[in-house]
């Protein structure tokens, strides 16, 4: 079995308990982030959970990397799962401990390319406001001069940043929220070339679909036509036919007595 072979079949078997993982590291940092108040036994466990996390995942990624046949290729088609792992430390890029849970969400969404773009569209947006709104909030809360003070705050600001909106009643001060809204404005502009690419090839199918449904019908249509012809043809040669047949016989003539 190849290398590939065997990476595939290690993905294929540790998919969902690192999806497991990362939604445990995700519920356990929005625990800490929205409920600061906890008490202090709690928190650290929280915090524990979050910092277990990476080296789980840290080793997951080398060892994909080491069954790749050609890791160059490898590096190139996941780096957005290295640069999840590699930056653990900026507190702002653990909106990419999602990465994992869409893509794995993906591949069992719907086999409907347009079904697939849709709901993948959908989950990634949905998640990135969520993580996005946690991180700048944790970044943001108690700075001086800062506009998101609370969590609805948040949301707010994550919502108009990320559909390129951006009223400007909030926005970040503090050098992780800025981090935090460089890579939301890269989502947002990348989620909406998405959907405009899926809506363009929505209507391209649509129209081809059409075209070669009228193609069909007239293809239809002329090989009616060509049948008909055809039977023509052969009644005509048959009366043809029939007429030689007459011509060709023989006058009889009555002999004299």
């Known amino acids: 079995m190849s290398k590939d072979a065997l990476r595939r079949r290690y993905e294929e078997l540790s998919q969902w308990p690192l999806v497991l993982l990362a939604l445990l590291f995700v519920a356990s940092y929005a625990w800490g982030v929205l409920r600061p108040d906890l008490p202090h036994p709690l928190l650290v466990t929280l915090r524990v959970v979050t910092v277990v996390a990476w080296p789980v995942f840290l080793g997951d990624y080398v060892l994909r990397l080491a069954l790749a046949d050609h890791r160059w290729r490898f590096v190139r088609q996941n780096w957005v799962d290295g640069l999840a792992v ?18 794995v ?24 406001v969520f993580m996005a709104s946690l991180a700048v909030y944790d970044a943001e809360r ?8 609370s969590y609805g705050d948040a949301v707010w600001w994550a919502l108009t940043t990320i559909t390129t909106v951006g009223y400007g009643d909030e926005y970040p001060v503090t050098g992780d929220g800025r981090l935090v809204a460089v890579l939301l404005m890269v989502s947002g502009i990348a989620l909406l070339g998405v959907v405009t690419a899926a809506v363009a090839s929505w209507f391209v199918g649509r129209v081809a679909e059409a075209a070669q449904a009228q193609d069909d019908a007239d293809d239809a249509a002329l090989l009616v036509e060509v049948r008909e012809l055809a039977d023509e043809v052969r009644r005509l040669r048959a009366e043809l036919a029939d007429r030689d047949e007459l011509g060709a016989q023989p006058l009889r003539t009555t002999g004299s007595g």
């Open 105 to 128: 969400l993906d591949r069992r969404l719907t086999t409907s390319l347009h079904g697939r773009v849709a709901a993948y569209v959908t989950l990634t947006a949905s998640l990135v």
């Open 86 to 103: 590699l930056l653990p430390l900026l507190r702002p890029l653990r909106v990419l401990s999602l990465v994992r849970v869409a893509r």
């Open 142 to 149: 108690g700075a001086p001069g800062a506009s998101i003070t």
